[in-house]
């Protein structure tokens, strides 16, 4: 079935089983590796995309439900030759350490401030539950911190 759907500004027609994780129809249908699979059940947030601007764990969420949407992955979240303020931020407060899960993070972190500009401590830990199995947590909220104050 062809699913059509925008990636990174380009749009797409892929033709995959309507059930196919996005996660998938990404990585394995157009080469677009830097979503990582974390866990499968969409508890890890290794694999989340924006889609319409929301962050959304591609692991379980079919392709259909991605027809006429804009997915953003970690390749297309800033334009070419520059880096997203969060992107640099990570750079600046060393955030990774192993570096898998953070793709993921940075989206999730993303959309999270394109919502709350000024996000309290309470407000990240509900919200950014992506895990990190290297306990970045700490750097991971000064960077949203620091992005949130420019």
């Avoid at 600046?92 to 709350?116: E, K, N, R, W």
């Avoid at 401590?121 to 947590?137: H, P, Q, S, V, Y």
Wanted: charged share 20%; net charge negative; hydrophobic share 40%.
């Amino acid at each position: 079935m062809a699913i059509k759907i925008t990636i990174n500004g380009q749009a797409r027609e892929v033709d995959v089983d309507p059930d196919t994780p996005l996660l998938w129809t990404l990585r394995d249908t157009l080469g677009l590796t830097g979503t990582k699979f974390g866990c499968g059940i969409a508890e890890c947030g290794a694999c989340t995309v924006l889609i319409d601007g929301r962050a959304e764990r591609s692991c379980m969420f079919p392709a259909a439900n991605a027809e006429g949407t804009s997915v953003t992955t970690i390749e297309g979240l800033a334009p070419e030759g520059s880096l997203h303020p969060v992107q640099q931020a990570w750079i600046t407060h060393q955030v990774p350490q192993c570096g898998y899960c953070q793709s993921g993070m940075i989206m999730a972190v993303t959309a999270f401030l394109d919502a709350h500009p000024r996000p309290t401590d309470e407000e990240i830990n509900a919200t950014i539950t992506n895990i990190c199995r290297c306990g970045t947590f700490e750097r991971v909220r000064r960077a949203i911190h620091a992005v949130a104050e420019h």
